[in-house]
C-alpha cells in the first residue's frame, strides 16, 4: 500500500521550513524513525524522521524547497499505517537518543551536527524554562556530559559552571555515559534545558524509566545540595596540599553573601565599562573651603558625599539609569525615588549600606549620613533596612588609589560608578598645559536597558557637573 510521509510539527509557532538535504533516495528501503530529510529553520537544523518503515518510490521536494508543515515529502510502499510523528528541538518523539543527542545526529566537539551555531552562540540559546523560574539567586549547575548545545543557562557564563555537577547529590549516575537512557524524548528535552545530565536522574518508572517529576525532583536535590547553595560547588578544587601545606579557613556570612550576589550579577547582567575623567579643581577647593562647616554639623565633606549629591540629579536627569529590568515579565520598572548605596570597605569584608532619597537631602545631610553609615558599617552595626533598597551604587576606591578599576553592577540595579584616586595632572587648555586635579570615573553599566551612547553620556553630564557644579542651577 502507497503511503505519503509528510513534513511533520517541527516546534511551536513554525509553520515551514527549508530543505537543506535529502537523506535517502528511490528504491531505499527504510526503517521507522530513520531520517529521511534535513530541514533548516531559523533556529537549527533538524533531522526528519520516517514515521513509517517501507520502500520509497517517490520523493516530492527538492533540496531548497521551502515546504510547510503537513507537506507531501515522499511517497513509500509500505504495510504499516502512518503515524504522527512530533519533532521539537530537533528530537522527534520516537527518536532513541543518547545522553539528549538523538541516534541520527552526528556529534562534532560535543555539538550535534543539526545545531545551527552563530557567533559562537548556538541560535536556541536563550532564556529557557529553568533560568526563569529558578530562585534568582541560586546558580543550577551545568552537569557533565550534557551538550553544551542544549544548556542554554550556561551560555556565556564562566566556566566554574560547566562541571559544576561534581561534588552534588547527582553524583549517583544511574546509566553509564552513552548508554540509552529509558525516557521519552519530552523527559529529555525538559533536562536538557534545565541544564541537567539526563544519565544521572535517577528514574522511577517501570524499569527505572524517567519521569518529568523524576528530573523535578533530581533538580530539586542538585539545587538544595549544600554545597550548591554556598556557592563551593562549582567544581571541586584540587588538593592543594599536593604541592604545599595549606590551611582552610571557613568563609564568612558576608563574604558567602559577596560571592552569590557577585557570580548572580556576572552571570546575569551583561555589563559595558565606560571610563572618564573629571577635572574637580575648583570643586575640591570648595571641599576645602567647606569642610571646616560641614564638619561642625558631624560630618565630614569627602569627594563620596558630593558624588552622592550629583548622581542624585544625574539620575533625575537619565532615568534609565534609575530602574530596574524585570525579564521575567519583559518590563522596565522606573523607579520614582533616588536611594544610593554606597559601597563600604570593612574588615569583615565588604557591605554596601544605602542612602535614602538622597535628592532630596542637602550636601551637608548627606556628609553627616555617609559618615554615619560608614562608621555603623565598620562597626557591624547597620540594621537590615539600611541595606536595602539601592537603585545606584558608588565605589569609591580613591582613598586607597588605582587610576581606573571595573565595579560590578548590583543585581536588580543597572548601573554603578567606579571612583578612582584624583591626582594632578598636566592638561592642554588654552595653548598650554595647565595643571588640574583629575579625578578618574568608570561607569559600569547593564547592557540590557543602556545602550553604549546612554552610558557615554550619563558619564560626559557627570564630569562637565563636577567640573563646573552651577550647571545644575540651570
Ligand atoms: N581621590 C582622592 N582622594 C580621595 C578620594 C578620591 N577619589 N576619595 C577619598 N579620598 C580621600 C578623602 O578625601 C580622604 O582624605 P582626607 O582624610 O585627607 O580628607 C581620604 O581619601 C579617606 O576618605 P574616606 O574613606 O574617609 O572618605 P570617603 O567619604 O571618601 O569614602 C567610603 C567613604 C565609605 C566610600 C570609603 O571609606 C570606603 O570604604 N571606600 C572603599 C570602597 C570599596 O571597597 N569599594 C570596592 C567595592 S567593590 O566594587
Redesign the pocket.
Known sequence: MKQEIKLPEIADNLVSGFLSRILVKVGDVIVKDQSVIEIETDKAATDIPTPIGGKIVDIKVHAGDEIRVGQTIMVVESDSPVQDVMVRDGVPDSVAVRDGVPDSVVVRDGVPDSVVVRDGVPASAGMTRASSELPKSVVIPTEVGTPSHSTNASVGTPSHSTNASVGTPSQTTNFPAGSLVPASPSVRRFARELGLDISRVKGTGKGGRISDEDVKAHAKEVIQSPKVAEFAAYAEVPDFSKWGPVEFQPMSRIRTITAESTVNSWQTIPQVVQFDKADITEIEKFRLMS?AAVEKAGG?L????ILLKLSAMALKQFPKFNASVDMKNKQIIYKNYINIG?????EQG?LVPVVQNVDKKSLTQLSVE??GI?ER?RNRKLTSEEMQGGCFT???????GGTS?T??VYPNQVA?L??????MEPVFQDGAFVPRNM?PLSLSYDHRLIDGADGARFLVWMCKVLEQPFLTWL
Open positions: 569642610k565630614k569627602t569627594m563620596t558625599a554606597i559601597a563600604v570597605d570593612t565588604l555617609l559618615n560608614a558599617a558608588i565605589s569609591n576606591l580613591g582613598g586607597i578599576f565595579p560590578i554603578i567606579g571612583v578612582s584616586k584624583s591626582a579625578l
